[in-house]
């Protein structure tokens, strides 16, 4: 992509959240069902959007809380491909948060948990400074050339 003047086009903007909160839960999904979903009889959208999951106390809230989180070293990664620029990954890591914390209010109501706060704040940390910094190492790359000289 050509990093000279961008052009504000919402549409882009959009197709990018929509697609990153997707992947987030895809993969939010995946590890959920290889972690939590060998040790409970029925997996369901609770342990996605329920609060109360999320506990210290439970071997499979550990499990449910190391799928967050690895969930936004996953988003980080989605970021260099879908987002590319490094000053952009904060705004795009709250917003998918936000849109989380606002899912998690329909289908729970207010998370009353501290857990809950502070792993979903740790996801947010984790994935808009692993995702700068992975956005800032491919920014810096040397561009290949056709023709190395030999000075």
Not at 44 to 71: E, R
Not at 86 to 112: E, N, Q, R, T, V
Request: glycine share 8%; proline share 2%.
């Amino acid at each position: 992509m050509f990093y000279g003047a961008m052009v504000w086009d919402p549409w882009l903007i959009v197709a990018q959240i929509v697609c990153l909160q997707c992947l987030y839960y895809l993969t939010l999904g995946v590890f959920l069902s290889f972690l939590v979903g060998t040790h409970v009889s029925r997996m369901s959208l609770v342990y996605f959007f329920d609060f109360a999951t999320l506990t210290s106390s439970t071997l499979v809230g550990w499990y449910a809380i190391a799928s967050f989180l690895l969930s936004a070293i996953a988003g980080a990664g989605y970021m260099v491909y879908l987002i590319e620029r490094a000053k952009k990954c904060l705004d795009f890591s709250a917003s998918l948060y936000i849109i989380h914390l606002f899912i998690c209010l329909l289908y729970g109501g207010w998370p009353s948990s501290v857990t809950w706060w502070v792993v979903n704040g740790a996801g947010v940390a984790v994935m808009a400074l692993l995702g700068e910094y992975l956005c800032i190492k491919r920014e810096l790359r040397e561009i290949p050339t056709r023709y190395r000289s030999n000075v």
